[in-house]
């Protein structure tokens, strides 16, 4: 099965093409994780460090923030926006085998990253490992393509390129409120909740929008850029037909999921 990357490109643009969005949702995820200062925490599926940096300022100079991500690419690029602070780590980890000991955080976050783990069941087994006793675990997920930013773009491409389609269907498999909270419930997490938040995200027109896919910024970027010339344009006017451009400003509905629970 084709997987979902990312490369040096796809990496170094995310901040400038969805960072935006990305940064939106971080109070809902922080405080999902009751985040507080003197907290040891890990993020996982750091990205470029988004949720990492926000959970420094969280737990301030007494906390530490352990940031870890699978893409070495993407480790680079966290390593960048967090720098030489002496209360982080940024380090290269697997989200289904951790290196960490048993009980070595207070919280564990994860912004949609757990739909790209090829067995989530085993990943949040492992967030659970690494919790210490009444710690808690926060994660985000998209929820439907129609209410996503960009990662709709993963489902469009799966239509024309059957080897991406298991890949892109993961993306949004955990949408469903009854998974994420079984999830939850089979690894032994207590008081767990569930909440779900929306934006709209005004752009300025489809061409600004698209742009940052045409750059091979983000994962779909990369995958799209990978297309022929024709698959490219055809897939670029299913795109517009889409998010309903009328040749003007246009608005993007982005919805996540948030799902946490105490060990």
Not at 152 to 169: E, F, G, N, T, Y
Request: hydrophobic residues 40%; glycine residues 10%.
């Amino acid at each position: 099965m084709a997987e979902i990357k990312y490369t040096s490109t796809a990496a170094g643009g995310y901040d400038q093409g969805f960072a935006r969005v990305s940064t939106h949702f971080i109070p809902y995820l922080l405080r999902a994780g009751r985040v507080a200062v003197g907290q040891r925490v890990l993020d996982i599926a750091t990205g470029t460090g988004l949720i990492a940096n926000a959970a420094l300022a969280a737990v301030g100079p007494d906390g530490h923030v352990t940031a870890a991500d699978l893409s070495p690419n993407m480790v680079d690029q966290a390593r960048r926006r967090l720098g030489e602070v002496s209360n982080v780590a940024v380090r290269v980890e697997d989200g289904q085998a951790l290196s960490f000991p048993d009980g070595s955080f207070d919280t564990v976050l994860c912004s949609l990253g757990l739909m790209f783990f090829p067995d989530p069941a085993s990943g949040i087994g492992e967030f659970r490992r690494v919790l210490r006793r009444g710690g808690r675990v926060a994660v985000s997920v998209n929820t439907v393509p129609e209410r996503s930013y960009n990662t709709r773009i993963h489902v469009m491409i799966a239509r024309h390129v059957p080897s991406l389609a298991p890949a892109a269907a993961r993306l949004f498999s955990l949408g469903d409120e009854t998974r994420l909270r079984s999830l939850f419930e089979d690894a032994g997490f207590e008081d767990i909740e569930i909440s779900t938040h929306s934006h709209r995200f005004p752009v300025e027109s489809f061409d600004a929008y698209f742009e940052h896919i045409e750059r091979g910024w983000g994962s779909a970027g990369e995958a799209f850029v990978a297309l022929p010339e024709t698959l490219r344009h055809l897939i670029r006017e299913q795109v517009r037909s889409d998010v309903g451009d009328r040749v003007g400003p246009i608005e993007i509905e982005v919805e996540f999921r948030f799902a946490s629970g105490r060990k």
